[in-house]
């Protein structure tokens, strides 16, 4: 094996610690007691706490609107992944397919709402929840709705390749043997792709569940409908102390990590071994 | 009664300009194995996949056991496929995957259990029933997909280039298990090799393709030992037919500056000829190293060996030609040969661009 060049290795110790030195100031001051955070000038901030402790972490979770923003967030973030697979996946697998006149710039116009900045586009989505027939629908579903609106565009794309990774023989050996399009793209395409499938659900839920601007505008008449980010805001409005903030950021951080986990399992290599030669 | 039938099918695929196949004509009787031979590209797979309903007919009709079956989808034609790629669904276990079809047709779970052990016992894939096809060899990837296959009980067997990216160890015994199995079964099988040792074992009749038309149909010894043309007569047969490109004149064939008086073995076609093309294949081919009338006088190049036989080639008025030797002969480069043709394995064709055969 060759030895790491000292160049590169540089490069990777200041990359290393570019992403964790916030993490650890986030952690830190999530476990932070009083004295650790309020020095007055007197002492430096120590790099660890003088008395760890979890009450912010605590205080939080007795917190009903708490749970409340956290329940929402979750909730939001599943419907976002059901929607924009639902109806991402079927897309994604015709463009995948069926070649058109026009195939290039329908991709492009996929895109192109998210060429534009969220504080613009938000405006004129939201607008449109603001009035019939959308306002009836529950905030939950309006918010989910707007942020189906942000990765489908994203995991359209990102299906595509996952279905022109899937040998076209599946299908007509399927069609041979008697199944209906339906039939073969639910029992068949779909298992095949799901692992590939799941990048594309991972990032949904991290988008949604990072999601701000468009939440904030559509929760704003509507606080039942806001979610951890919104509520995160909400907190910050009364400037409370850096470690109930520091809390509150490493709680919203877990859902993301476990999600991923989670789906990143069903990721395994290989998704069409042993289907062709 | 004729099983398939296909007459003067063509297909054009819709972003080309020029037929893919055009004017198929077959008759397949029941229980026949057909195999379809040709150079890349020449569209023996499209044929397959017409018969099979993947692709739509663009001219000519199709007939399934007395029925036309142009329009009718893959599903309802009573046949089965296996292709190149096997195509098994690496989602599901191997028992999953030779009952799919039958769960799709809707036989109830007794009968695809019963259907399922047969299969595993004639493809000798007992014990693998719950694997996935990432975990199977290549030959049992092949016999799944042969199996998923057959318990469909198809009237007419698809099967293109399927023993294609075995070892040759692998080859040569799903070969043997194809022939049982065909015979067992009683199927008719249409079948897509490169393999010519395949094509001459496997068939009762053999069609030649050569650029999206048929030039023959014939039992494997008829596309062997009378071939139309000189492309069939240089396609069939490894190591291939010698030619030699010449003409016929005042009792003599003459090849590159060379003339070969015609009698013994080499006798001239009956019908008149000028330019034409001399084939006679490397077994038919004796050298003999004195002058000898109605040889082909040349000089050892070197020997080629193969193990069971040796090839030794001669450079004959400026080509290499081969003939079959014993193994192990031993003859030093640059000595004048003359290569003796065996009576009647010698085959004319016309000098032109088409090179028909002349009797
Ligand atoms: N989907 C397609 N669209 C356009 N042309 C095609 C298509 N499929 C095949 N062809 C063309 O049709 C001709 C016949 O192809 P086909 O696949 O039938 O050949 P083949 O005899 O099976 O060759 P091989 O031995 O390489 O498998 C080729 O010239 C090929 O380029
Ligand atoms: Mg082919």
Redesign the pocket.
Known sequence: MKRIRLGWALGLAVALFMILFPLYILFKYSIADRASIVTGGRYPEPLWPFAPTFEMYRYLVSRGDFWAAGVTSVRIALYTVALSLTLGAPAAYALARYRFAGYGVLIFTLLSLRLFPDIATVIPVVERFYKPPLNALPVEVQVALAHTLLSLPYVIFMSIGVFQGIPKDLEEQAAILGCSRLYTFTRILLPVAAPGLAAGAIYTFLLSWNEFIFAYYLTFTNPEGATLPVYLLRVMAWTPQKNLLAALAVVISVPVILFSFLVQKYMQAGLTAGAVK | MSHVVLRGVG?R????QRF??RNINLELARGEFLT?V????????????MIAGL?EITEGDLYIAGRRANDLPPKDRNIAMVF?SYALFPHMTVAANIVFGLKVKGVPPAERQRKLEWACELLDLKGLEHRRPAELSGGQRQRVALGRALVLEPEVLLL??PLSNLDAKLRLRMRTELKNLHRKLGLTVIY?T?DQAEAMTLSDRIAV?DN?RIVQVGTPEEVYYDPVNRFVAGFIGAPPMNFFDGWLEGGAFVTGGVRVPLGHGLQPPREPAGAVTLGVRPEDLTPVYEETPGALPGRVAFIERLGSDDYLVVEVAGILAQARVPAGTRVESGRPVWLVPRPGRVYWFAGDEEGRRLR
Not at chain 2, 13 to 16: A, G, H, K, M
Not at chain 2, 38 to 49: I, M, V
């Open positions: 297909k695929y819709p972003n080309s893919a196949v379809l040709g150079p890349s590209g020449c569209g023996k797979s499209t044929t397959l996949r692709e190149q293109d280039e897509v490169h393709y999206g």
